[in-house]
Nanobody, 125 residues
């Protein structure tokens, strides 16, 4: 079983930056895609970004392209989300997820089998 712990959330003004981290422990698999999702109050959880097992391919939701960057360090079993030029509409609980059975990114949350507890990101205007 994979255990994920996110960190780095907080409150920031519009235009600011935050960096989220997600450390995996337990039965981890190097050949696994990882992703970040978010859920704003009253809205469904949505895909933000994902990275394939090697880190060579990344995918972003249109709403965050050019502002967010995902990366991973397989030696540390950690995935990162650098968020720049934050907007109030980025306010949400952010979750990291692991797709242990595949190294290919999916935008469907149901393809991921391990989730972190979530970290709150609040962007004020």
């Amino acid at each position: 079983q994979v255990h994920l712990v996110e960190s780095g959330g907080g409150m920031v003004q519009a235009g600011g930056s935050l960096r989220l981290s997600c450390a995996a422990s337990g039965r981890t698999f190097t050949v696994s895609a990882k992703g970040w999702f978010r859920q704003a109050p009253g809205k469904e959880r949505e895909f933000v970004t994902g990275i394939n097992w090697s880190g060579g391919n990344t995918y972003y939701a249109d709403s965050v392209k050019g502002r967010f960057t995902i990366s991973r360090d397989n030696a540390k079993n950690t995935v990162y989300l650098q968020m720049n030029m934050l907007k109030p509409e980025d306010t949400a609980v952010y979750y990291c997820a692991v797709r242990s059975g595949s190294g290919i990114v999916s935008t469907d949350q149901y393809d991921y089998d391990a989730w972190g507890q979530g970290t709150q990101v609040t962007v004020s205007s």
